[in-house]
């Protein structure tokens, strides 16, 4: 009952007001959207995207106008979409000194309401990065993303299949035979391909 009444409170008060992604991964030197969806009565209201582990000291990065006009400010750049309700923050050509806690959020009278999104930028060059990238860009790119997606996992299989091989012959003698139920999720695995 207490737990009931204090989510009712937050929720009254505006908390979940505006939510985001609890974290966005990307390569250095790609760009990311980060989209953060809010609820009825703050489409007229400014929203504001800021850097910063901690929500009172984090430093504005860019801010809208109260219109859904874009607003640029160096690489990032917010765009607030008032009829879907929703706003859009894109930081272009990434690096790794990007990576930090990043807050979207909306200006009222009283303390502002704010979603908290970790931001990860990795170095190129790896393939568990490059398939990071590929999976945090699939929500914002809709159907590109998923075909990208699906080429990264059967490039990674094949990967996986190559390296493994030679220890597979090697080892042979010492590894017990798979049992039907290993072979069942197997065959159930590979179907998903």
């Known amino acids: 009952m207490r737990r009931l009444l204090v989510l009712l409170l937050l929720s009254h008060t505006g908390c979940f007001s505006i939510q985001g992604p609890e974290s966005v991964r990307a390569l250095e030197g790609e760009s990311i959207t980060v989209r953060c969806d809010y609820k009825p009565r703050w489409e007229t209201y400014r929203k504001w995207w800021c850097r910063g582990a901690h929500w009172d ?11 859904q006009q874009e607003v640029k400010e160096d690489r990032v750049s917010i765009r607030d979409n008032q009829s879907h309700r929703f706003l859009t923050v894109t930081m272009e050509q990434v690096r790794q000194s990007d990576t930090d806690t990043y807050w979207c959020g909306i200006s009222k009278s009283g303390p502002d309401l704010g979603a908290r999104i970790r931001v990860t930028i990795e170095p190129e060059g790896t393939l568990l990065t490059t398939l990071a990238s590929m999976l945090s860009r699939t929500s914002a790119n809709g159907r590109a993303g998923l075909s990208s997606v699906s080429y990264g996992r059967t490039h990674y299989i094949l990967l996986v299949f190559v390296k493994t091989q030679p220890l597979r012959e090697t080892d042979e003698q010492n590894r017990p035979t798979p049992g039907p139920h290993f072979r069942r999720r197997r065959e159930l695995w590979m179907k998903c391909l």
């Open 57 to 67: 000291l984090c430093r504005t990065l860019v801010q809208t106008t109260g219109s």
